[in-house]
Every structure is written in structure tokens, then in C-alpha cells.
């Protein structure tokens, strides 16, 4: 079993054992209160509730941040193919890390792929917490500015439907968690051509695509 996993089920555990203590002191007082003893009675109640819902809030980041993928040196995040629809227009399909299919219709010349990297520093390293990311958009454009301003835009989402989005709170209140080195946005795109094929790899310096048959090369070449 390797450090991850390990650091995993200790945080799990805590975190069962303090919901626990927190039922506990929630019962507890509420027994009280009903037996009359009206001075520790509420105190103990409202202890156990504030430790119920700082679990309860630690374990809903902690259920966001497994939909991101552990990144440890370049991997592979994303497959994708181009086939022409239409001038500016063409059908993409992504295959993501995990496997998942994504396919949409794109307008433009070019493809963009988003997405989010959260890193650990401190405490959080020593626990065995590895740098974490998620692709968030799929999205077209042109190479022309004045087409970007006034022609028809299209953009997928790629995240899960989850609540809350850790990301945008670590990104948004950095500055109040120490453990958190950072958690930024990386973007990388490429022109889109009838039968195109990349590959996107990810790093700690972001997103990289490399053209991966004739079609992508050819296109990357008039770029």
C-alpha cells in the first residue's frame, strides 16, 4: 500500500472518530438540557454541532478533491481527434486519463483545453499529499481577433457536477491556508484540422500538446 493511500485512510479515520466525539458531545448536552442541568448542557450541544460541521465541511472538500487526478511527473491527461464539419466548424472527441469520452462541436480554428493544478507545501507534503489536477474546458477560437470578438462561440465543460469546488475556494482563500502552495489555471491550444490528432501532457509547469499524426503535424506546420 503506497504513502497515499495510507495518509487516506488515517485522515478518514480521524475524521470518523471526530464525528463521533462530536455526536457524542451533542447528545450528551442535549441530555442534559432534558435532565435540567441548563449550564454545560447547551455549551456541550453546541461543541458537538460546530465538530459536526467542520467534519462534515472537511469531508465534502475532501469528496471534490478525488475528482482530481494525483500528478506526479508529465503524464498523459488527454487524447483528441478533429474531423471538419464545416469551415470553422469541426466535431471533437476527447478521451481524458480516466478513460471518459467527451464529444462536441467546436467553431474556430484553433482548440483550447483548460484545466486546474492544486499544489501541497508544508504539513501537507509530510502527510504524503501529491499534487492534484482536473481538466475543466474544452473550448474553440480564432486565430483572428476581430472573429473572436463577433463570431459564434462554442465551449464544454469538462468538471464534475460536485459541490463544493475546492479549486475556486483554495484559489479564492489561498492566502488563510498555509498548506496550500498554489492552485492555478493552465491552458494550451492548437489548430484544428480534418482528421487532427494530439495528445496533451501535464506537468508541475502545465499543459503541453504535441501533434501526433500527419494531419496534426501539417496543420501545426502552416500554424
Same mark, same amino acid.
Given at each position: 500500500?503506497? +504513502?497515499?493511500?495510507?495518509?487516506?485512510?488515517?485522515?478518514?479515520?480521524?475524521?470518523?472518530?471526530?464525528?463521533?466525539?462530536?455526536?457524542?458531545?451533542?447528545?450528551? +448536552?442535549?441530555?442534559? =438540557?432534558?435532565?435540567? @442541568?441548563?449550564?454545560?448542557? /447547551? +455549551? $456541550?450541544?453546541?461543541?458537538?454541532?460546530?465538530?459536526?460541521?467542520?467534519?462534515?465541511?472537511?469531508?465534502?472538500?475532501?469528496?471534490?478533491? $478525488?475528482?482530481?487526478?494525483? !500528478?506526479?511527473?508529465?503524464? =498523459?491527461?488527454?487524447? !483528441?481527434?478533429? *474531423?471538419?464539419?464545416?469551415?470553422?466548424?469541426?466535431?471533437?472527441?476527447? @478521451?481524458?486519463?480516466?478513460? $471518459?469520452?467527451?464529444?462536441?462541436?467546436?467553431?474556430?480554428?484553433?482548440?483550447? #483545453?483548460?484545466? @486546474?493544478?492544486?499544489?501541497?507545501?508544508?504539513?501537507?507534503?509530510? #502527510?504524503?499529499?501529491? &499534487? @492534484?489536477?482536473?481538466?475543466?474546458?474544452?473550448?474553440?477560437?480564432?486565430?483572428?481577433?476581430?472573429?473572436?470578438?463577433?463570431?459564434?462561440?462554442?465551449?464544454?465543460? #469538462?468538471?464534475?457536477?460536485?459541490?463544493?469546488?475546492?479549486?475556486? #475556494?483554495?484559489? $479564492?482563500?489561498?492566502?488563510?491556508?498555509?498548506?496550500?502552495?498554489?492552485? %492555478?489555471? &493552465?491552458?494550451? %491550444?492548437? /489548430?484544428?484540422?480534418?482528421?487532427?490528432?494530439?495528445?496533451?501532457? =501535464?506537468?508541475?509547469?502545465? =499543459?503541453?500538446?504535441?501533434?501526433? *499524426?500527419?494531419?496534426?503535424?501539417?496543420?501545426?506546420?502552416?500554424?
Amino acid at each position: 500500500m503506497d +504513502g497515499s493511500k495510507i495518509t487516506l485512510y488515517l485522515c478518514g479515520a480521524v475524521l470518523v472518530i471526530a464525528a463521533v466525539m462530536g455526536l457524542i458531545l451533542f447528545f450528551s +448536552g442535549f441530555a442534559r =438540557l432534558l435532565q435540567g @442541568r441548563f449550564f454545560n448542557g /447547551p +455549551g $456541550r450541544s453546541l461543541a458537538g454541532l460546530v465538530l459536526l460541521v467542520v467534519v462534515a465541511a472537511i469531508g465534502l472538500v475532501a469528496l471534490d478533491l $478525488r475528482t482530481y487526478f494525483v !500528478l506526479t511527473h508529465e503524464q =498523459l491527461v488527454a487524447t !483528441l481527434r478533429f *474531423n471538419a464539419l464545416g469551415p470553422q466548424y469541426f466535431h471533437a472527441r476527447l @478521451r481524458d486519463a480516466a478513460g $471518459r469520452v467527451i464529444e462536441t462541436n467546436l467553431h474556430g480554428d484553433e482548440w483550447q #483545453l483548460d484545466a @486546474r493544478v492544486i499544489k501541497w507545501r508544508g504539513f501537507a507534503t509530510l #502527510l504524503g499529499l501529491q &499534487s @492534484r489536477y482536473r481538466l475543466e474546458r474544452l473550448s474553440g477560437r480564432y486565430r483572428a481577433v476581430a472573429e473572436e470578438r463577433s463570431a459564434a462561440h462554442s465551449a464544454i465543460s #469538462l468538471e464534475p457536477d460536485t459541490w463544493p469546488d475546492s479549486g475556486s #475556494l483554495m484559489q $479564492r482563500y489561498g492566502r488563510w491556508l498555509p498548506w496550500v502552495d498554489a492552485s %492555478y489555471g &493552465s491552458a494550451t %491550444y492548437l /489548430p484544428m484540422a480534418d482528421g487532427a490528432e494530439y495528445q496533451v501532457t =501535464l506537468s508541475t509547469t502545465g =499543459l503541453l500538446a504535441r501533434p501526433e *499524426n500527419a494531419a496534426a503535424q501539417q496543420a501545426v506546420a502552416r500554424w
